[in-house]
Nanobody, 124 residues
Framework: QVQLVESGGGLVQAGGSLRLSCAAS????????MGWFRQAPGKEREFVAT????????YYADSVKGRFTISRDNAKNTVYLQMNSLKPEDTAIYYC?????????????????WGQGTQVTVSS
């Protein structure tokens, strides 16, 4: 399974932007569907966004649609999450996820690899 390392988290004011990156190694990145999940304190880990292995299909949770954009660069073995118009309720640990068994990664059941997570904190 591919190994994943996230970066780019931090503290930002409401309305601001952050770009998360997830670097993959140890596998053929272009054959994996990729996704982002997040987990806030005391809550379940939830789906945020996913992108197909070639990047031609993307899908978002309703809570982030129109504000977040997922993309991938298969030449760099990296997937990104551009987050704009951030809200305090976006505060969470954000996890990168990969799957070889599904065209998209929308549920934890299909995830084969997880990153260690990166903290995003949005102040009001």
């Amino acid at each position: 399974q591919v190994q994943l390392v996230e970066s780019g988290g931090g503290l930002v004011q409401a309305g601001g932007s952050l770009r998360l990156s997830c670097a993959a190694s140890g596998g053929t990145f272009s054959t994996y569907a990729m996704g982002w999940f997040r987990q806030a304190p005391g809550k379940e880990r939830e789906f945020v966004a996913t992108i197909s292995w070639r990047g031609g299909y993307t899908y978002y949770a309703d809570s982030v649609k129109g504000r977040f954009t997922i993309s991938r660069d298969n030449a760099k073995n990296t997937v990104y999450l551009q987050m704009n118009s951030l809200k305090p309720e976006d505060t969470a640990i954000y996890y990168c996820a990969a799957s070889r068994w599904s065209e998209v990664v929308t549920t934890r059941a299909v995830v084969g690899s997880w990153g260690q997570g990166t903290q995003v904190t949005v102040s009001s």
